[in-house]
């Protein structure tokens, strides 16, 4: 089993920042790809980008390319979502998950999720 924790949710208002932390225990870090989604009420959970094993690879959709950034440090088993010039459209809970292999851009295929974190983004 692998266990991971995001922190760095918050409130935040359009055009700030935030950083979203998952620290990951329990299997080998560098084995997983990983990757952050959000989910709104009343919506279906999405991705918002997703890192290879070796951080050489990231994705990241439309809707906030440009604007978000993830980034996996592998000695402290940790993958970072940079956000900036946060909308209220990107209110949601947001989830850190983990993928045995390569990335993958739906939540199917990922193994292990966090709990969630709220980000707020007021207008």
């Known amino acids: 089993q692998m266990q991971l924790v995001e922190s760095g949710g918050g409130l935040v208002q359009a055009g700030g920042s935030l950083r979203l932390s998952c620290a990951a225990s329990?299997?080998?870090?560098?084995?997983?790809?990983m990757g952050w989604f959000r989910q709104a009420p009343g919506k279906e959970r999405v991705i918002v980008a997703a890192?290879?094993?070796?951080?050489?690879?990231?994705y990241y959709p439309d809707t906030v390319k440009g604007r978000f950034t993830i980034s996996r440090d592998n000695a402290k088993n940790t993958v970072y979502l940079q956000m900036n010039s946060l909308r209220p459209e990107d209110t949601a809970v947001y989830y850190c998950?983990?993928?045995?292999?390569?990335?993958?851009?739906?939540?199917?295929?990922?193994?292990?999720w966090g709990q969630g974190t709220q980000v707020t983004v007021s207008s």
């Open positions: 998950a983990a993928v045995l292999g390569g990335v993958h851009t739906t939540a199917r295929p990922y193994d292990y």
């Open positions: 890192i290879s094993h070796s951080g050489a690879a990231a």
């Open positions: 329990g299997r080998t870090f560098t084995n997983f790809a």
